[in-house]
């Protein structure tokens, strides 16, 4: 089940806002809360019991399942942080196997682009302080790869709901 294209709007606002949160969480600190990723898991939930009764479920708890197990590898050889492949596996939740593709290949293109960004902002000279404000600016930091979760999943969501967003002006 898509609940991406199913879910009520004031649900998917609050994904939205989730998935922001993760993103400042990663820039700020490397680190993606498991509350956050908790709370995207439980948007899903209610996205469900909204829909009632669903046949294709088992799409989406197969690609949460999928995403953790190969995140767990990734994760295991330093590929990935932990936190990113919680809330990838959470937002997994959200799809099923025609938006799945979809997302990951989002959330890739966005990476793509955040890691470029990030390894050009490296080159310029920072002060101690952003430095230690922003660890992933420092020459060996990591990737806030959460950021790219959150812009893939929202740019996809976006183009799936394009015709039914209401806009109040």
């Not at 609940?3 to 004031?10: E, I, V």
């Not at 998917?12 to 680190?31: M, P, Q, S, T």
């Amino acid at each position: 089940m898509n609940l991406l294209t199913s879910a009520p709007q004031w649900l998917i606002f609050i994904l939205y806002g989730l998935l922001v949160l993760a993103a400042l969480e990663d820039a700020g600190r490397l680190r993606i809360s498991n509350l956050t990723s908790g709370a995207v898991v439980i948007g899903a939930f209610v996205a469900i019991a909204l829909d009632g009764p669903i046949v294709g479920l088992w799409q989406n708890l197969l690609l949460f399942v999928v995403i953790l197990a190969i995140g767990t590898l990734l994760f295991a050889r330093k590929l990935m942080g932990g936190g990113d492949i919680k809330l990838l596996a959470a937002a997994a939740l959200w799809c099923d196997f025609s938006t799945g593709w979809k997302a990951l290949v989002a959330v890739a293109i966005a990476g793509g682009v955040e890691t470029t960004l990030v390894l050009a902002a490296r080159a310029a000279n920072w002060s101690d302080a952003t430095l230690a404000r922003f660890e992933f600016l420092q020459r060996r930091g990591g990737i806030p790869y959460g950021i790219a979760i959150a812009a893939g999943l929202i740019l996809v969501t976006w183009w799936l709901r394009a015709d039914r967003l209401t806009f109040y002006f």
